[in-house]
């Protein structure tokens, strides 16, 4: 069974462009969930997405947003990005809220 | 408002020996709770979890302790292994909920 798939590994932008990470969840799993790993720090909820509609988002400004297409795979959009954005962001998928795997992430690096 | 927290950072222990891990939780409707294990650039991985109706889940090695009373659990690792250097995450659910996770302790088994 493929776990959680996460594209690209690695994303390098410069400050004020956008960024698009993807996530393709574990079949079967209809929710997608995004976090932030920022250097040094913990996991910091982002998003989550639930049989395509965002049910939850933790404290980020409206500049992080997502969405989750009809196949379950989901899309973390960052607009305007800054140079804190840089961060290790990592999704997972569960099936009705237990269950989570996590993918490897997406190392995002604004310069 | 930081709902789940380990409050140690960082602990050593020596190859062969006990290692605990102490999570602490304020939200009283979490019912569901995990331990992750993260190693730098890649995704958390899934170590053991404990529903709130048990107060002890155990896997090999590994086993965690919940005290609903004092909203606090524990991770033990016996005997704990060079390989188990990593970065341990207590998170934590509500029914159908998003994943709230700790801050992280970081492990390091030393020879």
């Known amino acids: 069974e493929a776990g959680v798939t996460q594209s690209p590994t690695h994303l390098i932008k410069t400050r004020g462009q956008q960024a698009t990470l993807r996530c393709s969840p574990i079949s079967g799993h209809t929710s997608v969930y995004w976090y932030q790993q920022a250097l040094g720090l913990g996991l910091q909820f982002l998003l989550w997405y639930d049989e395509g509609e965002e049910r939850n988002r933790g404290n980020f400004p409206p500049r992080f947003s997502g969405r989750q297409f009809p196949n379950y795979s989901s899309e973390l959009n960052v607009n305007a990005l800054e140079l804190e954005d840089s961060a290790l962001y990592l999704c997972?998928?569960?099936?009705?809220?237990?269950?989570?795997?996590f993918g490897s992430g997406t190392r995002l690096t604004v310069v | 408002d930081q709902q789940v927290k380990q409050n140690s950072p960082s602990l050593s222990v020596q190859e062969g020996r006990i290692s605990i891990l102490n999570c602490d939780y304020t939200?009283?409707?979490?019912?569901?709770f995990l331990w992750y294990k993260k190693y730098p650039a890649e995704g958390p991985t899934f170590l053991i979890s404990i529903s709130s109706i048990k107060d002890k889940n155990e896997d090999g090695r590994f086993t965690v302790f919940l005290n609903k009373s004092a909203k606090h659990l524990s991770l033990h690792i016996v005997p704990s292994q060079p390989g188990d250097s990593a970065v341990y995450f207590c998170a934590a659910s509500g029914t159908a909920s998003k994943l709230t996770f700790g801050t992280g302790t970081r492990l390091q088994v030393t020879l």
């Open positions: 997972a998928s569960s099936e009705r809220g237990y269950g989570y795997t």
């Open positions: 939200n009283s409707m979490f019912d569901y």
